[in-house]
Every structure is written in structure tokens, then in C-alpha cells.
């Protein structure tokens, strides 16, 4: 783990340097323990939630500082499930990433909502939304991207099935897939 100005975090750099290696950053809640997580050739990031949801804007210039230093600004996938999909979204949104996936992501906390992020002129990451609970605000969140044609892709999943470290993995599955066809 580094600290790096009040920002507890863990970098795991990707084995070989080339030139396209993606970033992700994977948001965890503290009973999953996903801090040391690692996965193939890909830089990764890792920071728990409520350190990040405490720290939006070290974590935003974190992955800033990681993305041109690894040369993957063009190149950049966040993760999180629960309230800490609340911080993937929103931070997937602020680093303009390629695309962000949150199971039963939080939409609004407190008095925040993330819907009023959206615009229909800028530039937004595609998102994966896996919808367990038949949210009203994932729902809401669903309709304002649609009314924006913002790209969005949105499972009902079983809750009953979900495995955090199984479903992670699935999902880094997806997005190297993903890369490899852009």
C-alpha cells in the first residue's frame, strides 16, 4: 500500500511496458478485499471505497498522474459494485474512461446524484450496469442516458449468484475483450 497525501491505494503495474497497456481502477468495499488484487498485463488500481468517496479529488489526480506515466490515458476502465459503484461511475465520468461497469451501483448518496453529470455534450465512458434490484435510481440514471444518447448497457443479474472476486474477474474478462476489438 502507498499513502500519497491522505490517499491509501495499491498500484499494481502491469509486468511488461509497452505501449498499450490499459489502466483499471477497481473500487472495493472493505469486506472484499480486493487491495492486493492482481490480473495479467494490465496496470491496476485499487482503493477502497470509503477512502475514495472521501478523497474524489486525490483519487481523480492519482489515476491522472498513473495514466500518463504508464502512457494508457486513452485507455482507462473503472470498477465498483454497491456504493462503490457510486465512486466508479462518478470517477469514470471526471477521467473521461472508456467504460465503467457497477453492479448494483448507488446512483444518488446523500444529496448527491450522479445523473446530474450527464449532458448530451460531453463525453462519457460507457457503462455496464448490472441492475439486481430493479433500482429506481439506476432506473432513473437508465432513461437520462437514454434522453442523451449516452452509450449504456444495462444486465438484470441474480443477486443470489454474486461472487465479488468471481464477478471481477468476469468483468476484466470483458473489458480485455473489449480492448482487443477497439
Not at 504508464?70 to 477521467?95: F, P
Not at 444518488?108 to 460531453?122: A, F, R, S, V, Y
Not at 432506473?139 to 442516458?145: A, D, K, M, P, S
Request: hydrophobic letters at 40%; glycine letters at 4%; proline letters at 4%.
Amino acid at each position: 500500500m502507498k499513502y500519497d497525501k491522505k490517499l491509501l491505494y495499491n498500484f499494481t503495474p502491469a509486468a511488461f511496458i509497452s505501449n498499450f497497456v490499459p489502466l483499471v481502477v477497481i473500487l472495493y468495499e472493505e469486506e472484499l478485499e480486493l487491495r492486493n488484487f492482481e490480473y495479467k498485463m494490465w496496470n491496476i488500481i485499487t482503493v477502497q471505497e470509503s477512502v475514495a468517496n472521501n478523497n474524489q479529488e486525490l483519487l481523480q489526480n492519482l489515476i491522472e498522474d498513473i495514466a500518463e506515466e504508464y502512457e494508457c490515458e486513452e485507455h482507462i476502465y473503472l470498477y465498483g459494485s454497491g456504493i462503490s459503484g457510486y465512486g466508479a461511475v462518478l470517477q469514470g465520468v471526471l477521467c473521461k474512461a472508456n467504460a465503467v461497469y457497477a453492479y448494483n451501483p448507488k446512483i444518488k448518496l446523500l444529496e448527491n446524484d450522479l445523473t446530474h453529470l450527464l449532458n448530451p455534450i460531453d463525453t462519457f465512458p460507457i457503462f455496464y450496469l448490472c441492475n439486481s434490484q430493479n433500482s429506481p435510481e439506476v432506473n432513473g440514471f437508465v432513461e437520462v442516458c437514454k434522453k442523451y444518447e449516452i452509450k449504456l448497457n444495462l444486465e438484470h443479474c441474480p443477486e443470489s449468484e454474486y461472487d465479488a472476486m468471481k464477478n471481477l474477474k468476469e468483468v476484466l474478462d470483458f473489458f480485455e475483450r473489449m480492448v482487443s476489438q477497439v
